[in-house]
């Protein structure tokens, strides 16, 4: 199983269609997954694509826009009728925490699971999430209401062993953790092995940045900063271009724009207005600024580690 997985669940924007649901990511790092946004249609989309619930942690809210959060109550709802116990945090802001806890307490009374809420700060930079192996940071954005995109990156691993080099110079097993962590190794007689010769590189960490409704701003490039993957909402083509505006939204040529700014190496498109009926048109369009292009759809899953 991939280490690393984008599961697209919804790409559509406010009004769902017959071949698109609203706004809905699902991030698979290490067999945890974590949810972006939870539009119409969420969950009947997660078991579609047959996710398990059960691993279902945390749900990432960029903001308060009924097509990136109305398919809450129906999750909510659902987990309590599997009576299997658990804890959810949801990533909100503290006005949406308070509508989102009386839907909650109406429709999800006595609930099994334990639903808690992290409060962010929509002004700000900040570290919403955080574990041994990752961290997931918040960036502001620009709409019509608070809203944030968030960073996930995976932290450094470790070193690896260069078994040869280690066994000539005797380190014990014991202390391989340590090497691989970076520490040089001293031999009985005082001898100092720099950790260099006992290690090589290690694999490259990975990242995805998932940069919802917002008005194109040049400086979310620096913010956003080299990822293997962005996802960047593609609302309009170009003869919208003036809507685009007006709405606080993004065209598909601005995201390759900001793609080729932040450094990422490849893009993903999403959040298509229901106006349009043919796709491949947002993805021509954002290749005319940059080439690595993915035309996202509902089903699709974009392992990272294979990019």
């Known amino acids: 199983m991939a280490d690393f997985t ?10 769902p269609t017959p071949k698109h649901n609203p706004s809905c990511t699902v991030v698979d790092f290490r067999n945890n997954l974590f949810m972006v946004d939870c539009g119409e249609g969420a969950q009947k989309s997660f078991m579609q694509q047959r996710l398990n619930i059960s691993r279902l942690g945390h749900i990432f ?19 309590g009728l599997q009576d299997t116990g658990g804890e959810l945090t949801i990533h909100t802001f503290a006005d949406g925490a308070k509508i989102l806890k009386e839907i909650f307490d109406y429709f999800g009374r006595n609930l099994s699971y334990d639903i808690r809420f992290n409060i962010l700060d929509s002004t700000k930079e900040e570290i919403a999430f955080e574990n041994k192996s990752l961290t997931v940071r ?33 380190v014990p097993t014991s202390q391989f953790n340590n090497i691989k962590a970076g520490m040089d190794f001293v031999k009985p007689d005082g001898t100092l092995i720099a950790n260099e010769r006992l290690t090589t590189d290690p694999t490259p960490s990975l990242s995805y940045a998932h940069i ?5 701003v040049h400086q979310l490039a620096e913010k956003i900063g ?31 724009q900001m793609a080729k700014m932040s450094g990422a190496r490849w893009l993903l498109t ?12 947002f993805r021509r369009q954002a290749m005319e600024e940059f080439p690595n292009v993915i035309l996202n759809r509902e089903g699709l899953r974009t392992d990272i580690t294979r990019l």
């Open 6 to 15: 984008i599961h697209s669940l919804g790409c559509g924007s406010a009004r």
């Open 61 to 79: 809210l960029t903001h308060m826009h009924g097509d990136h959060v109305l398919g809450l109550p129906g999750l909510i709802s659902t987990l």
């Open 138 to 170: 918040t960036i502001p954005l620009k709409h019509r209401v608070p809203t944030v995109g968030y960073v996930f990156e995976e932290k450094q691993k470790p070193r690896h062993l260069n078994r040869e080099m280690c066994d000539f110079h005797g």
């Open 212 to 216: 919802s409704d917002t008005l194109f």
């Open 226 to 256: 080299p990822v293997d993957l962005l996802f960047h909402e593609t609302t309009y083509l170009d003869t919208e271009a003036d809507m685009a505006v007006k709405n606080h939204h993004t065209t598909a040529r601005q995201a390759g």
């Open 270 to 281: 999403g959040h298509y207005s229901s106006r349009y009926k043919d796709e491949e048109e």
